[in-house]
T-cell receptor, first 113, second 114 residues
Framework: AQSVTQLDSQVPVFEEAPVELRCNYS??????LFWYVQYPNQGLQLLLK??????LVKGINGFEAEFNKSQTSFHLRKPSVHISDTAEYFC???????????FGTGTSLTVIP | DTAVSQTPKYLVTQMGNDKSIKCEQN?????MYWYKQDSKKFLKIMFS???????INETVPNRFSPKSPDKAHLNLHINSLELGDSAVYFC?????????????FGPGTRLTVT
């Protein structure tokens, strides 16, 4: 089975500052990795995904993530955050069939004006 | 047009009651899901249906019973509600089970059991 850990439950950051949200996973098989965003009182939206190929993945809203197999990590980054980025961010891991799909516990990003 | 819709948006009920949450998707997807998000924002898959057939059934109490009358609908019925059932329930859909990561989520139903 797979699992995913988000070490930071809350991350406050000033507007226009860079941010990194950390995600580590464990799995005995090959995996796909994802980041989702949940704005207040809404469902989740896919931000970006790693399936194969380049380990640096670019997503929507200026976010990117890097798959590091040796460190089993998939950290999310943005060079300059906006107020509108305030949301809950979930890392997720899946086996290649999609039958095993797990979310992390989420990181609450708060952008401070 | 709403891609994945859920009704009701809010549901307040007493312990012991039976309630249902409805979900509909107009995306033409084959696969639908129910998730539970607890007060700590932890999100866990409960069920998944593909073409009206159950394919994922995580460990949830058998008081929870999903029903899929057709592939555009997946309803969740909960019997004998308990305080611990209070949560936000999300419905989602994807084109097929392998593309679970490209699932579209509904707006959620906030269930409060008193």
């Amino acid at each position: 089975a797979q699992s995913v850990t988000q070490l930071d439950s809350q991350v406050p950051v000033f507007e226009e500052a860079p941010v990194e949200l950390r995600c580590n996973y464990s799995s005995s098989v090959s995996v796909y990795l994802f980041w989702y965003v949940q704005y207040p009182n809404q469902g989740l939206q896919l931000l970006l995904k790693y399936l194969s190929g380049s380990t640096l993945v670019k997503g929507i809203n200026g976010f990117e993530a890097e798959f590091n197999k040796s460190q089993t990590s998939f950290h999310l980054r943005k060079p300059s955050v906006h107020i509108s980025d305030t949301a809950e961010y979930f890392c997720a891991v899946s086996d290649l069939s999609g039958n095993q799909f797990y979310f992390g516990t989420g990181t609450s990003l708060t952008v401070i004006p | 047009d709403t891609a994945v819709s859920q009704t009701p948006k809010y549901l307040v009920t007493q312990m012991g009651n039976d309630k249902s949450i409805k979900c509909e998707q107009n995306l033409g997807h084959d696969t639908m899901y129910w998730y539970k998000q607890d007060s700590k924002k932890f999100l866990k898959i409960m069920f998944s249906y593909n073409n009206k057939e159950l394919i994922i059934n995580e460990t949830v109490p058998n008081r929870f019973s999903p029903k899929s009358p057709d592939k555009a609908h997946l309803n969740l019925h909960i019997n004998s509600l308990e305080l611990g059932d209070s949560a936000v329930y999300f419905c989602a859909s994807s084109q097929d089970p392998a593309r679970i990561y490209e699932q579209y989520f509904g707006p959620g139903t906030r269930l409060t059991v008193t």
